[in-house]
Nanobody, 124 residues
């Protein structure tokens, strides 16, 4: 199983940007589809973005489409989430996840390895 560690979170004002990184160890991420999810206080964990194992297919939640970009560097065993034009409603703990190819990529049960999560706070 792959181990995932997120970094790059923090606090930013509305309209600002952050880039999250997800570093993998234990196995190469090249065999996995990768996703980002987030969970705000009192809410369920929700899908944010995904990228296929090859990097040639991506998907986004409607709430982040056009503002967030997911990418991966399989040589560095790392996945990224570039977040621009951040809004207060983007405030959440963000999780990186790895799952089998061609799985249920928009749902938490489509992934079987998770990072510990990292806080992103956007102030108005």
């Amino acid at each position: 199983q792959v181990q995932l560690v997120e970094s790059g979170g923090g606090s930013v004002q509305a309209g600002g940007s952050l880039r999250l990184s997800c570093a993998a160890s234990g196995r190469t991420v090249a065999v996995y589809d990768m996703g980002w999810f987030r969970q705000a206080p009192g809410k369920e964990r929700e899908f944010v973005a995904r990228i296929s194992w090859s990097g040639d297919s991506t998907g986004y939640a409607d709430s982040v489409k056009g503002r967030f970009t997911i990418s991966r560097d399989n040589d560095k065993n790392t996945v990224y989430l570039q977040m621009n034009s951040l809004k207060p409603e983007d405030t959440a703990v963000y999780y990186c996840a790895a799952g089998p190819r061609y799985g249920r990529w928009g749902y938490t049960d489509g992934y079987n390895s998770w990072g510990q999560g990292i806080q992103v706070t956007v102030s108005s």
